[in-house]
Structures are given as structure tokens and as C-alpha cells.
């Protein structure tokens, strides 16, 4: 499929970290100086769209026509058809986004973006390529997902936890985010609806389920409930536990439903070590 490969020269310019096709089937192309490139399908008629005075890096169009950027620098941007550039949002609510790196444009005005570190930015350090470096090394994994809603203007973490977070696509039916962890060469599905998913604190065992059957254990039904609905979505087994377990957890805790989720009640606080046979 790369046979008939086509180079494309930028005049001088570097660094071309994300290429997208504009609803006028133009090209645009984010480069290191700060500004973003507009030119033909073939590379000709090359000029300035805009320049954000920062890093542009990953890039979408919404539904309107306007160029959504992620600017490691300056954060997310709206930049409209004749090239003027507005800041959506360069905070979030655990702190400045310090390194705002690729985004994705959902429905009802919903934006998503990663974050990639709160720890090592790129105006400090100089560079993307020093700051993500850093980042890697330490593997303090404080990168994020962010979603803007452009209703309300208000922005709020999706998930946290990510060592590097980088790349980032939607699901076609816009229910599921796909991140890739750079700092950890892996991709993550997270659901759009997620809250605050700390994936560090997750994967910290380096515990994970071979197959695809799934208990959920928990002392709170409304919380057991949504796990088993989420799981079953994410295309996991959660069937009934067998009835010799659910007898043998009767008789531990004859208050507590042994189905799945099993849900043990706050009482079962009250009793440790019971609890932990239980589990």
C-alpha cells in the first residue's frame, strides 16, 4: 500500500507531529515553530493557517469546522476558518494541563485530550522530546485524559495514572476512548463516561485476569451493580458464582449476597478477619 509514497517537502519547517485532512480537503500540519501548516492533497499552495505561539501537536476538526489543537504549551485551542486562535482550556481540575498532546472530538460537544505529564513540561525543559524523555525515565506516571465540554466549558479527568499518555481515538459508537501509554508501550480502553480511573493504582500489582470470567466483590450493591454492568460491556463474563461457593458464603456471612457481584454489606466492616475469609 506504500509503494506509490509520495514525500511531501515543508519548505524549511520540522517537526510535523500530526497531519489531518480539513473538511475543505486540504492538509494541516502541526510543525515545531509553532504554527500550523495549510496546503493542498499534494503538498502545493503551502502558507501559514495559523500560529498558536506554542507547540501544536495532535489535531481535529469538529463538527463545525473548527480545527481543534492540543498545544503542549498553551492547551487546547479552537482555531476557526480564518485562522484565529482561541484557548478552550489550559487547566483542569487537579491542576494546569502541562503538556496537552493529542485529542479526539466526540459528540454533544464533548473533547478529549491527553495530558501526557504533570511532572516534566515542555516550556520548562525546551522541548516535547526533553519533557517526554523525562517522563519515561522517572515513570512518575502523572499523565491524564481530559474532557472538555464545550457547553459548559467545564473540564474534567476521565483518568489518571499514565506514564507518557499519548495518542488517543474514539470508538465509532463514541462509548470507549483508546489511549496509548507511551511510558509503558501499551493502549488502554477506557470508557468515556469514567470518572477520575487512577490506571496506576489499578495496575500496580501487575495483577490482571487471564480469561474473561470476572467476581466482583464489593460492600456497597449500587457500586456492584455498575462494576458488572461496565465489565459486561467491556465484553467480560460475569456469571453467577457456583452454588457450593454461594453456600459456603452463605454460611459466612448469612446476610451478604453470594450471587456476582457479592455484595457483603458495610456490615461485614465490623468483622475483619471475616471479611477476609470471605474474600
Do not use: C
Not at 464533548?110 to 523525562?134: H, M, N, V
Request: hydrophobic share 45%; aromatic share 6%; charged share 15%.
Amino acid at each position: 500500500r506504500l509503494a506509490g509514497l509520495h514525500q511531501i517537502p515543508l519548505n524549511g519547517e520540522v517537526g510535523p507531529e500530526h497531519v489531518v485532512i480539513g473538511p475543505d480537503g486540504h492538509l494541516y500540519a502541526a510543525v515545531a515553530g509553532g504554527r500550523i501548516i495549510r496546503m493542498q492533497a499534494n503538498g502545493a499552495g503551502q502558507h501559514v493557517f495559523a500560529g498558536t505561539g506554542g507547540r501544536p501537536l495532535g489535531m481535529a476538526f469538529d463538527a463545525g469546522g473548527k480545527l481543534i489543537v492540543a498545544d503542549a504549551i498553551k492547551g487546547l485551542l479552537s482555531v476557526s476558518a480564518d485562522g484565529k486562535v482561541t484557548v478552550l482550556a489550559s487547566t483542569a481540575p487537579d491542576g494546569p494541563a502541562w503538556f496537552p498532546n493529542a485529542v479526539v472530538v466526540g459528540g454533544m460537544g464533548k473533547i478529549y485530550f491527553t495530558d501526557s505529564s504533570q511532572r516534566f513540561t515542555p516550556a520548562r525543559w525546551g522541548s516535547t522530546q526533553e519533557a517526554a524523555i523525562l517522563d519515561v525515565l522517572e515513570q512518575s506516571a502523572t499523565g491524564r485524559v481530559l474532557e472538555y465540554d464545550a457547553a459548559t466549558t467545564a473540564v474534567r479527568t476521565v483518568a489518571k495514572g499514565l506514564s507518557l499518555a499519548n495518542g488517543i481515538a474514539l470508538s465509532s459508537d463514541g462509548q470507549a476512548l483508546f489511549v496509548s501509554e507511551s511510558g509503558r508501550y501499551r493502549v488502554w480502553k477506557i470508557a468515556t463516561s469514567a470518572e477520575q480511573l487512577d490506571v496506576a493504582y489499578a495496575a500496580a500489582r501487575g495483577r490482571f485476569i487471564s480469561g474473561n470470567r470476572l467476581g466482583i466483590f464489593t460492600l456497597s450493591g449500587g457500586f456492584g451493580i455498575q462494576m458488572a454492568v461496565d465489565a459486561e460491556q467491556a465484553g467480560l463474563d460475569v456469571s453467577p458464582m457456583p452454588e457450593a461457593a454461594q453456600e459456603t458464603l452463605r454460611e459466612l456471612l448469612p446476610y451478604a449476597s453470594p450471587n456476582n457481584p457479592v455484595d457483603a454489606t458495610a456490615q461485614a466492616l465490623t468483622d475483619l478477619p471475616l471479611m477476609s475469609s470471605f474474600i
